[in-house]
T-cell receptor, first 110, second 113 residues
Framework: GESVGLHLPTLSVQEGDNSIINCAYSNSASDYFIWYKQESGKGPQFIIDIRSNMDKRQGQRVTVLLNKTVKHLSLQIAATQPGDSAVYFCAENPNNDMRFGAGTRLTVKP | GAGVSQSPRYKVAKRGQDVALRCDPISGHVSLFWYQQALGQGPEFLTY????????KSGLPSDRFFAERPEGSVSTLKIQRTQQEDSAVYLC???????????FGPGTRLTVT
C-alpha cells in the first residue's frame, strides 16, 4: 500500500555542521507534510510543515524542501546542536489520519 | 500553559486484562487523536474525534480497542483482553481543528506480560 518512509534510519553529525534528513512518500495525492522531532520519553513535537503548492519553507534554523516530481521531502537543520539529537519523522496528513514514516535518529557529536 | 497530558505514563498488564488509558487535551481543542507507536517505529493512527463525535476509527486494530470522548474533552482508550502485541506507546494529540497543528502528549507506555 502507499506509505511514507525514510531513506536512512540513523544520521550522525558533528556539532555545528548542517544536517539533512530525507523522506520519500508514495501517495501522490498527499498535499500536506509535516516534520516532527521526538525525544526519548516524549511525544512528537511539531517542527515545520509545508503544503504541496510550495517547494521550500524556512523556519528558525530549519528548512523543508518538497520535490513533488520525485515525491521526496527533506529537512535541513543549520548549525546542528546537541539539543537537536532526537528521532525525526516526516508525516503526511491527507484526511486527519496522519501517516508517519519510521523515523531517522539524529545524533550530534560534540 | 498546560499541554496534552496522559495517564498513566506507564502501565503493565497481564495478558487478558483490560486497560484504560486517559488523555486530557489542551483546553478548547476540538480535535483529538490517538496513535499507537511500536518500539522503533513511527506513530500509527488509531482514531480521531471532533468534539464528542468519533469521525474516524479506521486505525483501531481490532474490536478489542475502543475509544470514547463523551463530553468532547477528556478521552479514554480502552483495550480489552490485552495481548502481547498490544505492547506499545499510546500517544494522544489534540488540535484546534482537524487540519491544524497537532500537539502530542507524552504517551502511555503499555507493556503486556
Amino acid at each position: 500500500g502507499e506509505s511514507v518512509g525514510l531513506h536512512l534510519p540513523t544520521l550522525s553529525v558533528q556539532e555545528g555542521d548542517n544536517s539533512i534528513i530525507n523522506c520519500a512518500y508514495s501517495n501522490s495525492a498527499s498535499d500536506y507534510f509535516i516534520w516532527y522531532k521526538q525525544e526519548s520519553g516524549k511525544g512528537p513535537q511539531f517542527i515545520i510543515d509545508i503544503r504541496s503548492n510550495m517547494d521550500k519553507r524556512q523556519g528558525q534554523r530549519v528548512t523543508v524542501l518538497l520535490n513533488k516530481t520525485v515525491k521526496h521531502l527533506s529537512l535541513q537543520i543549520a548549525a546542528t546542536q546537541p539539543g537537536d539529537s532526537a528521532v525525526y519523522f516526516c508525516a503526511e496528513n491527507p484526511n486527519n489520519d496522519m501517516r508517519f514514516g519510521a523515523g531517522t535518529r539524529l545524533t550530534v557529536k560534540p | 500553559g498546560a499541554g496534552v497530558s496522559q495517564s498513566p505514563r506507564y502501565k503493565v498488564a497481564k495478558r487478558g486484562q483490560d486497560v484504560a488509558l486517559r488523555c486530557d487535551p489542551i483546553s478548547g481543542h476540538v480535535s483529538l487523536f490517538w496513535y499507537q507507536q511500536a518500539l522503533g517505529q513511527g506513530p500509527e493512527f488509531l482514531t480521531y474525534f471532533q468534539n464528542e463525535a468519533q469521525l474516524d476509527k479506521s486505525g483501531l486494530p481490532s474490536d478489542r480497542f475502543f475509544a470514547e470522548r463523551p463530553e468532547g474533552s477528556v478521552s479514554t482508550l480502552k483495550i480489552q483482553r490485552t495481548q502481547q502485541e498490544d505492547s506499545a506507546v499510546y500517544l494522544c494529540a489534540s488540535s484546534l481543528a482537524g487540519e491544524d497543528e497537532q500537539y502530542f502528549g507524552p504517551g502511555t507506555r503499555l507493556t503486556v506480560t
